[in-house]
C-alpha cells in the first residue's frame, strides 16, 4: 500500500513569515510530486511539481526533494493571509509512456496565515 | 471557454436514488479520473480510464459506475449501493507523459438527504 503522510495542522504563521509545509511518502520507487492548493469549498490547483532532487523556485513558492529521505516539502515565502488554505501533497510513482498516471495524495495540511 | 467542466455544483439526492454526475473536457487529454473527497480529508480514486472503451477500478469503486464512450466525458453514477455518498466529488484529467500532472474540474457536492 502506497502511503503519503502529511501533518494536518494547522499550521499558524503570521503574515510575511515563511510556512513550511512537509510530505512523507512511502514508495521509493515514486518519480514524480506535485504540491495542490486547496481553498474551502473548491477543487485542488496544481501550484508546483518536481522530478529531481534538490530545489525547484517558481515566484513566493520553493519546493524540496530528497529521494533517499523520502520527504518533499513546500516552502511558501512572506506568507500572505490569500495563501490561507489546505495544501495536498501527490506521488506518482508510475512514469513514462504507457504509464498508469495514478497518484497518491496525503491529506493534506491546512494553513493558516494570520494579518 | 475551455478545459474541465462539472455538472451539477451542487445535487441533492434521496436515499435509494441513482444520480449521474457529469464530467466533460475540451483539452484533448486521453486520461480522466473521478476522485471523492470527504470533509478534513485526501482525495481517493473511485475509478479511472485511460483510454475510449475502457475504464479501471479505484480505490474506492464499490457503489459507484462510470462509462468511457467518448473522450471527452466520463460521467459518474453514483447507485444506491453506496452506503455514505455525501462527499465532494472531483474530476479530473492527467496531462500525460513523462510528468503526468493531473488537473481538476470545480467538483460536484453530493448531499444524501
Known amino acids: 500500500q502506497k502511503e503519503v503522510e502529511q501533518n494536518s495542522g494547522p499550521l499558524s504563521v503570521p503574515e510575511g513569515a515563511i510556512a513550511s509545509l512537509n510530505c512523507t511518502y512511502s514508495?521509493?520507487?515514486?518519480?514524480?510530486f506535485f504540491w495542490y492548493r486547496q481553498y474551502s469549498g473548491k477543487s485542488p490547483e496544481l501550484i508546483m511539481s518536481?522530478?529531481?532532487?534538490g530545489d525547484k523556485e517558481d515566484g513566493r513558492f520553493t519546493a524540496q526533494l530528497n529521494k533517499a529521505s523520502q520527504y518533499v516539502s513546500l516552502l511558501i515565502r512572506d506568507s500572505q493571509p490569500s495563501d490561507s488554505a489546505t495544501y495536498l501533497c501527490?506521488?506518482?510513482?508510475?512514469?513514462?509512456?504507457?504509464?498508469?498516471?495514478?497518484?497518491?495524495f496525503g491529506g493534506g495540511t491546512r494553513l493558516m496565515v494570520k494579518p | 471557454d475551455g478545459g474541465i467542466t462539472q455538472s451539477p455544483k451542487y445535487l441533492f439526492r434521496k436515499e435509494g436514488q441513482n444520480v449521474t454526475l457529469s464530467c466533460e473536457q475540451n483539452l484533448n487529454h486521453d486520461a480522466m479520473y473521478w476522485y471523492r473527497q470527504d470533509p478534513g480529508q485526501g482525495l481517493r480514486l473511485i475509478y479511472y480510464?485511460?483510454?475510449?472503451?475502457?475504464?479501471q477500478k479505484g480505490d474506492i469503486a464499490e457503489g459507484y459506475s462510470v462509462s468511457r464512450e467518448k473522450k471527452e466525458s466520463f460521467p459518474l453514477t453514483v447507485t444506491s449501493a453506496q452506503k455514505n455518498p455525501t462527499a465532494f466529488y472531483l474530476c479530473a484529467i492527467a496531462a500525460g507523459v513523462p510528468y503526468n500532472e493531473q488537473f481538476f474540474g470545480p467538483g460536484t457536492r453530493l448531499t444524501v438527504l
Open positions: 501527490a506521488v506518482n510513482s508510475e512514469a513514462g509512456y504507457n504509464a498508469g498516471n495514478m497518484l497518491t
Open positions: 480510464s485511460q483510454i475510449v472503451n475502457d475504464f
Open positions: 514508495d521509493r520507487g515514486s518519480q514524480s
Open positions: 518536481i522530478y529531481s532532487n
